[in-house]
C-alpha cells in the first residue's frame, strides 16, 4: 500500500492570484449557502454545505501546474494534467461519500448526544472514506491488469500513481 504523504512543495507552485481565485471562490460559495439558509432554512441550506466550494478552481490549478511542470521538462503535458484533475475529482467523489455518511450517521445520533454524534459521524465518515479510496483502488488495478488480449491495458508510463 502507498502511504499518504504531505507535500509542501506545491504551495510554492502557485502564484499570489491562484490562491486569491480560491479565496474568492470558497467565501463567495460560503456567503451563497449563508443566503440559501436564510431564504429556505436550515435543512435545505445544509445540503448546500456540501458544495465543493473551491473544487471548481483546485481543479484548474491543478491541471495547469501538472502542464507547466511537463512543459518544463520539454514534454507537452497536456494528458498529465488532464489524468491529475481526474485523479483530483475521484478524491472529491470519494470525500462526497465519506461526507454522506457523516451526515446520515449525525442525523440519526444527535438527539441522543452531540459530542457522541460527531464522534459517530467522524468515525462513519473515516470508515467510509477509506473504504471507498480501497475499493476504488481495487476496481482501478484490476480494471488494468486485465484485457480481451494481451492482460495489460495503457503503457506504464501513462498510469499516474495510486
Known amino acids: 500500500m502507498t502511504?499518504?504523504?504531505?507535500?509542501?512543495?506545491s504551495?510554492?507552485?502557485s502564484r499570489w492570484t491562484e490562491y486569491l481565485i480560491r479565496f474568492v471562490l470558497g467565501g463567495g460559495a460560503t456567503v451563497l449557502t449563508g443566503l440559501i439558509s436564510s431564504t429556505c432554512g436550515a435543512y435545505v441550506g445544509g445540503a448546500f454545505l456540501a458544495l465543493p466550494a473551491i473544487f471548481c478552481a483546485s481543479a484548474t490549478l491543478i491541471e495547469k501546474h501538472e502542464i507547466r511542470r511537463k512543459r518544463n521538462a520539454g514534454l507537452?503535458?497536456?494528458w498529465r494534467g488532464q489524468q491529475a484533475a481526474a485523479l483530483d475529482a475521484a478524491g472529491a467523489a470519494l470525500g462526497a461519500v465519506g461526507m454522506l455518511a457523516f451526515a446520515?450517521?449525525?442525523?440519526l445520533t444527535v438527539d441522543r448526544s452531540i459530542p457522541a454524534a460527531f464522534i459517530a459521524a467522524s468515525l462513519a465518515w473515516l470508515i467510509c472514506s477509506v473504504a471507498a479510496w480501497y475499493v476504488r483502488r481495487e476496481m482501478?488495478?484490476?480494471?488494468r491488469t486485465r484485457t480481451p488480449r494481451d492482460?495489460?491495458?495503457?503503457?506504464?508510463?501513462?498510469?499516474?500513481?495510486?
Not at 104 to 107: H, M
Not at 140 to 143: H, L, Q, T
Open 11 to 13: 504551495l510554492r507552485e
Open 140 to 143: 482501478r488495478s484490476a480494471r
Open 3 to 9: 502511504p499518504v504523504r504531505v507535500s509542501l512543495s
Open 104 to 107: 446520515v450517521v449525525f442525523l
Open 76 to 78: 507537452d503535458g497536456t
Open 151 to 162: 492482460g495489460v491495458i495503457g503503457r506504464k508510463a501513462d498510469r499516474l500513481p495510486h
